[in-house]
């Protein structure tokens, strides 16, 4: 029996895809914190930018736009972490098959190993019972019974 798995490449392959989607899903996680904390930033910034009471109308033309431009910089933000979060749910998916790609070929290692161990057992008691036939066959031609005592 081959005692060599044959498609331990392919497992090792299949770790490092495995490991490159982890990475990747891993990126997009970041992705998501860094464009949830431009969305809190954005959202601070609107908040401190409160319309004018009182000026002239330029002053509070100029406020009400600049608001506005903070709020579609806000709504920007929020599309970022949708996005982001949609970008990880793909990653997601992809680490899942690829562990599932990579659990199929460890599954094939691990009956791989299991008939080379089961036919080590069968060499070993096939080796085991030869010897007690030899040992039997020995005695009988010297002249010994196993019956008796030798005490």
Request: hydrophobic share 45%; glycine share 0%.
């Given at each position: 029996m081959n005692r060599l798995f044959k498609l331990a490449p392919v497992l090792r392959a299949r770790k490092a895809q495995?490991?490159?989607?982890q990475g990747a899903l891993n990126q997009s996680r970041a992705e998501i914190r860094h464009a949830q904390?431009?969305?809190k930033r954005?959202?601070?910034?609107?908040?401190g930018a409160d319309a004018p009471s009182e000026g002239s109308a330029r002053a509070m033309v100029a406020s009400l736009v600049a608001r506005q431009s903070l709020a579609a910089s806000l709504s920007g933000a929020q599309r970022m972490v949708t996005d982001a979060?949609?970008?990880?749910?793909?990653?997601l998916t992809e680490l899942a098959d690829a562990?599932?790609?990579?659990?199929?070929?460890e599954m094939l290692?691990?009956?791989?190993?299991?008939?080379?161990r089961a036919h080590d057992l069968k060499v070993d008691q096939a080796?085991?019972?030869e010897l007690a036939v030899t040992s039997k066959a020995r005695n009988a031609a010297r002249g010994i019974d196993e019956g008796r005592?030798?005490?």
């Open positions: 495995e490991d490159t989607a904390a431009l969305v954005r959202r601070l910034d609107l908040v979060e949609a970008v990880e749910r793909e990653r562990a599932k790609r990579r659990r199929a070929v290692a691990e009956r791989h190993a299991e008939a080379v080796n085991l019972d005592s030798l005490a």
